[in-house]
Nanobody, 126 residues
Framework: QVQLVESGGGLVQAGGSLRLSCAAS????????MGWFRQAPGKEREFVGA????????YYADSVKGRFSISRDNAKNTVYLQMNSLKPEDTAVYYC???????????????????WGQGTQVTVSS
């Protein structure tokens, strides 16, 4: 099994940048597809982006496309979410998630991921 520990959240100004990290334990990290999700108060958890196990392919929600980017370093067992041009609407708790072999069509579905981090708060001020 893989355990995920997130870091990097905080308070930033609109237009600013922030990089979230998700450190994973386990020797099979490179086998896992990884996803990023976020959840604002009163809202359902929504898909942000995902990266395949090799790191060669990424997927993004339309709301963050062009502003956010996902990368992973399998040697460090870490996946990153680089967030640029942040907007107040990006304020949420951000979660990383892992699944051993998730289908392409399921990568945006939170219910399909078996492993989750604890979440890290991102607050974007106006």
């Amino acid at each position: 099994q893989v355990q995920l520990v997130e870091s990097g959240g905080g308070l930033v100004q609109a237009g600013g940048s922030l990089r979230l990290s998700c450190a994973a334990s386990g020797r099979t990290f490179s086998r896992y597809d990884m996803g990023w999700f976020r959840q604002a108060p009163g809202k359902e958890r929504e898909f942000v982006g995902a990266v395949t196990r090799s790191g060669g392919t990424t997927y993004y929600a339309d709301s963050v496309k062009g502003r956010f980017s996902i990368s992973r370093d399998n040697a460090k067992n870490t996946v990153y979410l680089q967030m640029n041009s942040l907007k107040p609407e990006d304020t949420a708790v951000y979660y990383c998630a892992a699944d051993y072999n998730i289908a392409t069509t399921a990568r945006s579905d939170a219910k399909k991921y078996d492993h989750w981090g604890q979440g890290t708060q991102v607050t974007v001020s106006s």
